[in-house]
């Protein structure tokens, strides 16, 4: 059974940098965070392949925040900096069997339980 733990949330101000860390459990591949705001749905926020070569962003991080595989093939690290209130969110982690990474949240089979992020104006 694959298991995926979140942290390294918090409170912050605008502006801030925060590291989530996501360790995974088992064989897992490419990996990808998640977010989710009150009231809205999940959206996509970035996503690394198992080689960590190939990573993808959505717009409104893209030059804000930075996906990165630990040595060991188990950790990644969300970087994010230049925090904002619109960032406020519960951050989910997610893996897949698959090797590239994808934007879809249905190519990823086993997700943790969310680490909360929230961005003081």
């Known amino acids: 059974q694959v298991q995926v733990v979140e942290s390294g949330g918090g409170l912050v101000q605008a502006g801030d940098s925060l590291r989530l860390t996501c360790t995974t459990s088992?064989?897992?591949?490419?990996t990808a965070w998640f977010r989710q705001a009150p009231g809205k749905d999940r959206e996509f926020v970035a996503a690394v392949s198992w080689s960590g070569t190939r990573t993808h962003y959505a717009d409104a991080v893209k030059a804000r925040f930075s996906i990165s595989r630990d040595n060991d093939p188990n950790t990644v690290y969300l970087r994010m900096n230049s925090l904002k209130p619109e960032d406020t969110a519960v951050y989910y982690c997610?893996?897949?069997?698959?090797?590239?990474?994808?934007?879809?949240?249905?190519?990823?089979?086993?997700w943790g339980r969310g680490t909360q992020v929230t961005v003081s104006s």
């Open positions: 088992g064989h897992t591949y490419a």
């Open positions: 997610a893996t897949t069997s698959l090797i590239g990474a994808s934007t879809d949240q249905n190519s990823y089979n086993y």
